[in-house]
């Protein structure tokens, strides 16, 4: 598999002719981009910067064949286009565009206590590449390469620390970072390192690249 890193939470991931793309969201400049050379389009849960309501609208109007997977509360503002959306929660397994999808997890991780918590589902791909979307759920299956937030108004060092250790991934790839500057992003990487925190070092993929996972 390849995997194209996005700016913030997006990714692209793609094996032979098949492609799809995570979290597109608003903080994402090359979303559009990303949607139109993707087969299928997976949403972890419905906050603006990992999910571009007015972009999907657009793209399944324009291309009956795209599909889109997330929460409910996500899906279900296109209840007409069942053909072409699907709800998705914890336990469910299923093939998107070629890809074999598992999905973990049930609610964002908490900001404030006046902030209600919304779903959040986290996807594993191929049973390989694991992104959690908004929080440290531990999904129960071995991951190789966990995609992990790094900066936002929920996370925590600590517990982000604690993640990797529990989810113990033989990869770590920096994602979630756009509130970081390169020196913050920098910062973190080696607090969560084996010089420190963890056993895995933090790959920072540069906007653009792509890398095998």
């Not at 709800?87 to 469910?92: E, H, I, K, P, Q």
């Not at 902030?115 to 759920?137: C, E, T």
């Not at 929920?154 to 113990?168: C, P, S, Y």
Request: glycine letters at 6%; aromatic letters at 6%; hydrophobic letters at 45%.
């Amino acid at each position: 598999m390849q995997l194209t890193k996005h700016v913030h939470a997006c990714v692209s991931l793609a094996k032979e002719e098949a492609r799809i793309v995570i979290d597109p969201g608003t903080f994402t400049p090359d979303a559009a981009q990303a949607v139109a050379a993707a087969d299928a389009v997976l949403i972890t849960h419905e906050h603006f910067d990992h999910f571009d309501e007015e972009l999907i609208a657009k793209s399944l109007d324009a291309r009956p064949e795209l599909r889109v997977y997330g929460p409910a509360p996500v899906v279900e503002r296109w209840s007409a286009r069942r053909g072409q959306v699907r709800a998705v929660t914890a336990g469910d397994s299923i093939a998107v565009a070629g890809f074999d999808v598992t999905v973990f997890g049930d609610l964002h991780a908490a900001i404030h206590h006046d902030i209600p918590r919304v779903a959040n589902v986290g996807y594993l791909i191929d049973g390989r590449v694991y992104h959690p979307g908004d929080a440290y759920h531990v999904p129960d299956a071995p991951v190789d390469t966990l995609l992990l937030p790094t900066s936002g108004p929920w996370t925590k060092l600590g517990d982000a620390a604690d993640f990797v250790r529990e989810v113990a991934p033989n990869n770590l790839i920096q994602i979630h970072e756009v509130m970081l500057s390169p020196i913050g992003q920098q910062s973190t990487a080696r607090f969560l390192s084996p010089a420190m925190l963890t056993e895995v070092p933090l790959e920072i993929v540069p906007i653009g690249e792509t890398v095998a996972v």
